[in-house]
């Protein structure tokens, strides 16, 4: 195990600047068994939590892993910068490195993992922060690599949503669809282990099957505006990829619902003339078209779109006042002369 893990974090070493992991030992007095066992660390994922004997001569960790309790990773990045200075270990190491992780200084977790991997021992500790690491620096399939690992010694149901998350980032969808189902086996269904399974069938361009689940989870979650707001959006692209016009109808009814509860907001329309117009429903194409007009005068999209859907029922006149009230508005130089050439070709 120890090389299957070592062969994925190896990477070049960067020295400048990365925390000391050698420095001047200080002297301080070491954890009792007593006070470790008042540490709580189920705030940590089982990767990261940690032993006595691994924290022992470091009294701040404690300290530490209150602070990330708390939230506050920069007190904690401080505190483990001090338990290091007594007594380096990979514990101590990766935590470090995922609390700057959590505490955005990407750049200081890198250096500190080339350093924990050149002079420490790579175990869970640093393979679960390197996983992270690499995870937050977009590298998604070399993190799913860590993160799979790691699931086959400890069973975690965190890293399990992890390997799930990158094997889609990485556009594993099959793989991601097995971490979800394992998971169903152990946790319950909630929308974001839902959004993942629709994401991975429209990576393998299942996208009925995508829809569906999209739409049956809003009606599991009827009352979650934030939801309906981010699935309606993600089912109109799966439409668009699609260029199904059932699905069309469907992310129209998603989009339909958000203007019902918001009718000011000015970027749903778009999306719903479109999905309306992919379906051959002129007029309410025609009426989200205006609608978003209403709302954004200046949109130059929504205004070429609606002249062009005016062009297809044979209004020329129509198309001609939309475009023309276009060009009263603030609009780029590019955007104008597109619409003067479309207006002369109307003439």
Known sequence: MKYQVARYLI???IISGCANLSGERALEGAVTPQEFSVIDQSCLPLSLQFSHDECRAAPSVGLAVQAIAEGNFESACIS?????SVADNTALAGLHIWCLVQDNNLSAAKQ???AAIAELEV???IAYSGA????RSGNHQLAYSLFSDLF???NEIMVLQ???RTALASEQAQRCLDCLDRLLLATDVTPKHLTMRAAAFAQLHRYSESMALLVNMLEDWPNDGELLLQTAFVA???ATESSDPNLYVDAARLLRRITELDPQNSLVFLPLARCYAASGDFNESTLAFVRCIELEPNNVAASHELSDLYITYNDKSLAKKILRQLLNQPISPVARQQTTNKLSQLD
Not at 80 to 84: C, G, M, T, V, Y
Not at 132 to 135: A, D, G, K, N, P
């Open 112 to 114: 500190l993992l080339n």
């Open 11 to 13: 990477f070049p070493l």
């Open 80 to 84: 483990l910068q001090k338990a290091r």
């Open 236 to 238: 109109y692209d799966y």
């Open 132 to 135: 992270i690491v690499h995870e």
């Open 123 to 125: 175990d869970q500790h």
């Open 152 to 154: 086959a010694i400890n």
């Open 162 to 164: 992890a390997c799930a």
